[in-house]
């Protein structure tokens, strides 16, 4: 391979590997980091919302039986949004989180606790008596409204550095976004107590890589092979942090006569 041939691909590659980790949201950089337990936070994103005191008792629903949640999988690789969607709350201090809401979860602890209450193979005073579990107060539902639309081509970034089937990969290159919401509810009444929307923005590397061949492809699979899984993700995270700012605000509605009793809006 020529000098200037080989100059071209490595300005090629510098341009991709430079745009790897190009994922924005549509307000704040939400990517979440670190670990929690109880009310505490260990190298939590500075950028996460948070709450002085938790708001009540949370289920997270893991979305498996959702629409969206099979053809979100399969294009993006990502297996689940929920655990992510959990660490936040839990850095937040917003809410206590439950078992309820994931199904898989929540079937195995139930599964355990009646092993443990009801095979008389446990020592006493194991307090596995009923009464134990914790009631949720709030459920939180996501829902992925834009799965990855394509908003436009990046050609113009690295296009100018390309010659011949090099330029390829600026065709290759395009920006994609996902829109997502959350719905909070109030378990008891059933009434929708908040929602937000999150957005986030990523770069597709897919079609790019194939200018390279096998070998520059295969040597740069990682690039492409969940960024709109990640800004996905980071939609939710943005989304949640829209719902903190206005939780910490929360009024309730009043409506003239009571709720569910009719209503102002008559009808002759």
Known sequence: MSSPRISRLALA??????????????TNPTALSGSAAGGTSVDANAQLERCEAPLGTIAVDDGRAADWYGQFGSATQVTSIEPLLRLAVQQSNC???TSIGNLRTDSRLSRITDTQRNSGEYRAGSKQQKGQRVAADYYLEPQIIINNDSVGSLGGVVGGLLGGRF???????QSKVSVVTLSLFDIRSAVQIAASEGSSTATNFGAALGAFGGGAGGALGG????PEGKATVAAFMDAYNGMVIALRN????DVKGGLGRGGTLKVN
């Not at 590659?13 to 924005?24: K, N, P, W």
């Not at 690039?223 to 969940?226: D, L, P």
């Open 13 to 26: 590659l510098a341009a991709i590997a430079s745009l790897s980790g190009c994922v924005t949201t549509g």
């Open 95 to 97: 809410f206590v989180i």
């Open 167 to 173: 330029g390829a990969v600026a065709g290759g290159l």
């Open 223 to 226: 690039f492409s092979r969940t």
């Open 250 to 253: 929360y009024k309730a509605q």
